[in-house]
Nanobody
Framework: QLQLVESGGGLVQPGGSLRLSCAASGFTLDYYTIGWFRQAPGKEREGVSCISNSDSTTYYADSVKGRFTISKDNAKNTVYLQMNSLKPEDTAVYYC?????????????????WGQGTQVTVSS
């Protein structure tokens, strides 16, 4: 059974950092592109970043470029999202998702499998 489990969320002050983890089970990252998405209250789900299965090519939304870094550890079958210089507007539930193949996309409808989400709150 394919499963994604996010962890690492929490409360952090503006300017602080968090690292989110997305642990995959039931499948290998060798064949799936992984994306990170977020959804704030009253807003649509937004694509944040993704990393391809093949050569670990990455892609970022403009809103997080230069602050967030996506990476993966194939041996641990885990994808990470390092978030630095956090802002109050980064507050949201963060989800990881998987799609077959190497096509990079921040469109949520192109992802088939989703985790349960982890809350990130940026506040003083």
């Amino acid at each position: 059974q394919l499963q994604l489990v996010e962890s690492g969320g929490g409360l952090v002050q503006p300017g602080g950092s968090l690292r989110l983890s997305c642990a995959a089970s039931g499948f290998t990252l060798d064949y799936y592109t992984i994306g990170w998405f977020r959804q704030a209250p009253g807003k649509e789900r937004e694509g944040v970043s993704c990393i391809s299965n093949s050569d670990s090519t990455t892609y970022y939304a403009d809103s997080v470029k230069g602050r967030f870094t996506i990476s993966k550890d194939n041996a641990k079958n885990t994808v990470y999202l390092q978030m630095n210089s956090l802002k109050p507007e980064d507050t949201a539930v963060y989800y990881c998702a998987a799609r077959w193949g190497s096509f990079l996309s921040l469109q949520s409808y192109q992802y088939n499998y989703w985790g349960q989400g982890t809350q990130v709150t940026v506040s003083s």
